[in-house]
């Protein structure tokens, strides 16, 4: 019953901005961490960024760090990810996704992921 539905991705230039978010529903997403990872063209899934349950604390992938920014709004059961100074090799398909413990990068160790949303960084 665990529903995650990613939405926001679109065309950007290099050094521009976009908004992901995550809808959320099925289960009680003000109890559990929440994680963004995504998998570009020829890759494997990498590991973004992940938030406490109560939003308290954040964790960022070096290659990420300083330009994205995660966070939550609990009342709305929805995930957000602000990409800004976006590069081509941010080019990728974005997940928003849920596992039942402590936040990971191993991306086998998550237990639901949303459809993915596209995300293209091109001049």
């Known amino acids: 019953q665990v529903q995650l539905v990613e939405s926001g991705g679109g065309l950007a230039q290099p050094g521009g901005s976009l908004r992901l978010s995550c809808a959320a529903s099925?289960?009680?997403?003000?109890?559990?961490?929440m994680s963004w990872l995504r998998q570009g063209p020829g890759k494997g899934v990498e590991w973004l960024s992940g938030?406490?349950?109560?939003?308290?604390?954040?964790y960022y992938a070096d290659s990420v760090k300083g330009r994205f920014t995660i966070s939550r709004d609990n009342a709305k059961n929805t995930l957000h990810l602000q990409m800004n100074d976006l590069k081509p090799e941010d080019t990728a398909l974005y997940y928003c996704?849920?596992?039942?413990?402590?936040?990971?990068?191993?991306?086998?160790?998550?237990?639901?992921w949303g459809q993915g949303t596209q995300v293209t960084v091109s001049s």
């Open positions: 938030i406490y349950s109560d939003g308290t604390d954040t």
């Open positions: 996704a849920l596992r039942r413990g402590t936040v990971v990068r191993a991306p086998q160790e998550y237990d639901y």
């Open positions: 099925g289960f009680t997403f003000s109890s559990y961490a």
